[in-house]
């Protein structure tokens, strides 16, 4: 998943997918998923066993994922990370 005016963000993801053979969801952060997601993650959720979403700038929010979880967990339901952030490097 990736915000789609999110460019360098757009690029990393491609790079990701090609790795792994997955495709990529370009998500508005603001208009959340489309009907069209929204009906290929429900049928695609027996495949799917991990969303990657490249989103470094935080525009796609915690209920759009909430609602990706949702939509491709089964019974149990499903788990989420981050990775951690640090302070930017100072010099001097």
């Known amino acids: 998943m990736v915000e789609p005016s999110a460019k360098v963000d757009y ?6 997918a090609s790795d792994v053979g997955t495709p990529v969801l370009r998500v508005d952060g603001a208009a959340g998923l489309t009907p069209v997601q929204r009906d290929y993650l429900t049928l695609s959720a027996a495949s799917i066993s991990t969303v990657l979403i490249v989103d470094p700038s935080g525009k796609i929010s915690a209920d ?3 609602q990706i979880g949702q939509l491709i967990s089964g ?3 499903y788990a989420t990370s ?3 952030t640090v302070p930017p490097l100072t010099v001097g």
């Open 75 to 77: 019974p149990l339901g």
């Open 82 to 84: 981050s990775n951690p």
């Open 11 to 16: 690029a990393i993801a491609s790079g990701l």
């Open 64 to 66: 759009v994922e909430k």
